[in-house]
């Protein structure tokens, strides 16, 4: 049951995250480029790079942080499934290009982030 609990509380403080995030890159920079998305899966990419080397590598954090942070909490804010939809929409939209930088920057900068996030752990 804690395990359940640990989820919950970091998914919902997630999922208020990237609605906070996302509504504020909206409104500030007022973009039809999903940006928001593409923000927040870095950063949640960069952060699940880092947290997973504390937690199995140097074993700084206990498996249930795990739990709370990369399973709840950045899967709640990391946003696959807006990402996977705005990408078909712009190609619904004949964006091919916008769709393109978005899937492949999406993945490189995703896959760069969590290799930063996990270097940086590795460092301490």
């Known amino acids: 049951m804690q395990e359940?609990?640990?989820?919950?509380l970091g998914g919902s403080i997630g999922a208020v995250s990237r609605y906070l995030v996302t509504n504020y890159i909206f409104i500030r920079w007022?973009?039809?480029?999903?940006?928001?998305?593409?923000i927040v899966n870095a950063a949640g990419c960069l952060a699940m790079g880092f947290l997973m080397v504390l937690i199995?590598?140097?074993?700084?954090l206990t498996?249930?942080?795990?739990?709370l942070l990369c399973v709840g909490f950045l899967g709640g804010l990391?946003?696959?499934?807006s990402?996977?939809?705005?990408?078909?929409?712009?190609?619904?939209?004949?964006n091919l290009?916008?769709?393109?930088?978005?899937?492949?920057?999406?993945?490189?900068?995703?896959?760069?982030?969590?290799?930063?996030?996990?270097?940086a752990a590795r460092s301490l």
Not at 63 to 67: A, F, G, T, V
Not at 83 to 94: C, D, I, K, N, R
């Open 97 to 119: 290009a916008g769709a393109g930088l978005n899937i492949i920057g999406s993945v490189v900068v995703g896959v760069v982030c969590a290799w930063f996030g996990a270097m």
């Open 30 to 38: 007022h973009c039809h480029w999903p940006w928001a998305t593409f």
């Open 4 to 8: 359940l609990l640990a989820v919950a």
């Open 63 to 67: 498996p249930y942080w795990r739990l």
């Open 56 to 60: 199995t590598e140097k074993g700084l």
């Open 78 to 81: 990391t946003t696959f499934s």
């Open 83 to 94: 990402f996977s939809y705005e990408s078909l929409t712009l190609l619904s939209e004949g």
